[in-house]
Each structure stands twice: as structure tokens, then as C-alpha cells.
């Protein structure tokens, strides 16, 4: 599985996750990907301003 996280900051405390995406795979027995099995995506309006840049 993969998954990608984007956040307002590096502040685990303050800062939060405004996008998820995750994609799960299938594999061969030795672990090579072959397929996408599932995929995910979310957003989160943020509860603060994002600074551009």
C-alpha cells in the first residue's frame, strides 16, 4: 500500500492533514506490483490559512 499524506505544516501538534490518498496494490509472490487494487482520496478544508509558497 501506499499512501500520501499533504499537511498545512510539519507541526504535528498544530498542523494538519488537509489531503489522504492511498493506492493498494497486487503483488507477485516475490513482490514485484502487477495492479492497482483500491484506491482512496480525501480532503479536509484546513482551519487555517495556508501561507502560498
Same mark, same amino acid.
Given at each position: 500500500?501506499?499512501?500520501?499524506?499533504?499537511?498545512?505544516?510539519?507541526?504535528? *501538534? !498544530?498542523?494538519?492533514?488537509?489531503?489522504?490518498?492511498?493506492?493498494?496494490?497486487?503483488?507477485? /509472490?516475490?513482490?514485484?506490483?502487477?495492479? *492497482? !487494487?483500491?484506491?482512496?482520496?480525501?480532503?479536509?478544508?484546513?482551519?487555517?490559512?495556508?501561507? /502560498?509558497?
Amino acid at each position: 500500500m501506499l499512501l500520501d499524506a499533504e499537511t498545512t505544516g510539519l507541526d504535528h *501538534v !498544530r498542523d494538519e492533514i488537509i489531503e489522504l490518498g492511498m493506492v493498494k496494490f497486487d503483488y507477485t /509472490p516475490d513482490g514485484r506490483v502487477v495492479g *492497482v !487494487r483500491e484506491t482512496f482520496s480525501a480532503f479536509n478544508e484546513p482551519s487555517v490559512t495556508i501561507p /502560498p509558497g
